[in-house]
């Protein structure tokens, strides 16, 4: 049964909506991780547009699970890491347009920053992991450039319209998992996974953790974050259907 690693990037989107101090969340990993979550997340975005330093350094402090921080693999983003030492960074693509991560990282098209990025990292003392599409080149690639760890994107299979394209999504992230387990990377999951679509994707025997993000910060609005984790952690770590 997977972990759950808490993104708590939105509520930091809630909190810059208005410029204000609140809600905090170092505030709300903390309470993420009461309720039994097992890491958590941030992704420090060259925009700054919602997780700020400040943050990083405070959950640095504070976080007793793991921290997981997602960044781009620049000079920026890998100096910080290596100052503030995340127990993992997962390298993610990233452009200032999108509304959230869009597709999983071409570390076939970007092989040497790539690898030069999960170098620098390792040196620091860092584990890395790789956000990538379920894509056999791509997880080839991840084992190639170093990598401890691979995080499959799940989007498609999240945005699946018909059973029968779900099943088919589903069937290669199956496969990716089996593929990276086989190379030997640790293997993880998210993007887009919510109360109803997770129990597939956390049944699959390779998979290790899930990052999950908007969609317990949305329940969380009306729950509460402890009450949101809770009910998460019950659907991913029941027994396979």
């Known amino acids: 049964m997977p972990r759950l690693g808490v993104n708590i990037d939105h509520v930091a989107t809630v909190r810059e909506a208005r410029g204000v101090d609140y809600p905090d969340p170092v505030t709300a990993a903390a309470l993420?991780?009461?309720?039994?979550a097992e890491c958590i997340v941030v992704h420090l975005r060259?925009?700054?547009?919602?997780?700020?330093?400040?943050?990083?350094?405070?959950?640095?402090?504070?976080?007793?699970?793991?921290?997981?921080?997602?960044?781009?693999?620049?000079?920026?983003?890998?100096?910080?890491?290596?100052?503030?030492?995340?127990?993992?960074?997962?390298?993610?693509?990233?452009?200032?347009?999108?509304?959230?991560?869009?597709?999983?990282?071409?570390?076939?098209?970007n092989l040497k920053r790539v690898k030069e990025a999960v170098q620098a990292l390792t040196g620091a003392g860092i584990r890395v992991s790789l956000f990538i599409d379920p894509q056999v080149e791509q997880?080839?690639?991840?084992?190639?450039?170093?990598?401890?760890?691979?995080?499959?994107?799940?989007?498609?299979?999240?945005e699946a319209?018909?059973?029968q394209q779900l099943n088919e999504e589903l069937k290669t992230v199956i496969g990716a998992a089996g593929k990276a387990h086989a190379l030997g990377l640790e293997v993880k999951g998210g993007h887009g996974l919510n109360y109803v679509n997770v129990?597939?994707?956390?049944?699959?025997?390779?998979?290790?953790?899930?990052?999950?993000?908007?969609s317990i910060v949305a329940r969380a609005v009306l729950v509460g974050i402890e009450q949101a984790v809770r009910d998460m952690i019950a659907l991913i770590q029941r027994p396979p259907r």
């Open 161 to 163: 319209t018909t059973p």
């Open 199 to 214: 129990g597939p994707v956390a049944d699959i025997p390779e998979i290790t953790e899930l990052s999950i993000g908007h």
């Open 139 to 158: 997880i080839e690639a991840s084992r190639d450039v170093g990598g401890d760890a691979i995080e499959i994107h799940t989007g498609a299979y999240c």
């Open 46 to 109: 060259e925009d700054r547009r919602h997780i700020k330093d400040r943050d990083l350094r405070i959950l640095r402090e504070t976080v007793k699970t793991a921290l997981n921080m997602e960044m781009a693999a620049t000079e920026e983003m890998i100096r910080i890491a290596s100052q503030i030492k995340p127990d993992i960074a997962t390298l993610v693509p990233e452009k200032r347009e999108e509304l959230t991560t869009e597709g999983g990282l071409d570390v076939v098209g």
């Open 32 to 36: 993420a991780e009461l309720a039994g």
